[in-house]
């Protein structure tokens, strides 16, 4: 895939992605493509938001609560099946282009912003 054009560092900070613990996961069968519910923590500022994700061929429902990711909050919601998704939480493609879910490689505190 070929890079994006260039931006400014303005265009950057106009993105503001977060961390964020995820509190619940759970199946999404009314998904066009194979998804999860999650349920994300991001702190007293951001609070609970909830996200569809695409990310059920290398990550497991009960390996998902706890754990800390990234995803931007700054997005308008997007209406996906029955749910309203409030963030977009973010990931990389494997070798087989399914997601892979971009974590800090250390505890960090939710709400955390990228930088």
Same mark, same amino acid.
């Given at each position: 895939m070929?890079?994006a /054009?260039? =931006?400014? %560092?303005?265009?950057? #900070?106009?993105v503001? &992605?977060?961390v !964020?613990?995820?509190? *619940? @996961?759970?199946?999404f /069968?009314? @998904?066009?493509k194979?998804a999860?519910?999650l349920?994300i923590?991001? !702190?007293?500022e =951001?609070?609970i938001?909830r996200s569809? @994700?695409?990310i059920t061929? $290398?990550h *497991?429902?009960d390996e998902?609560? +706890?754990?800390l990711?990234?995803a &931007?909050v $700054?997005?308008?919601?997007?209406? %996906?099946g /029955?749910?309203m998704?409030?963030?977009l939480?973010? !990931?990389?493609?494997? @070798?087989? +282009?399914? &997601?892979? #879910?971009?974590?800090?490689?250390r505890? *960090?505190p939710?709400? !955390?912003?990228?930088y």
């Open positions: 070929p890079t /054009p260039l =931006i400014t %560092i303005d265009d950057f #900070l106009k503001d &992605v977060r !964020g613990r995820i509190v *619940a @996961a759970e199946p /069968p009314q @998904a066009r194979p999860y519910r349920t923590d991001f !702190g007293e =951001i609070g938001k569809s @994700a695409q061929r $290398n *497991a429902l998902l609560p +706890g754990r990711v990234l &931007v $700054n997005f308008p919601p997007r209406q %996906i /029955p749910m998704s409030e963030v939480t973010l !990931g990389v493609p494997d @070798a087989e +282009g399914e &997601v892979v #879910l971009i974590e800090p490689s505890e *960090a939710v709400g !955390g912003r990228l």
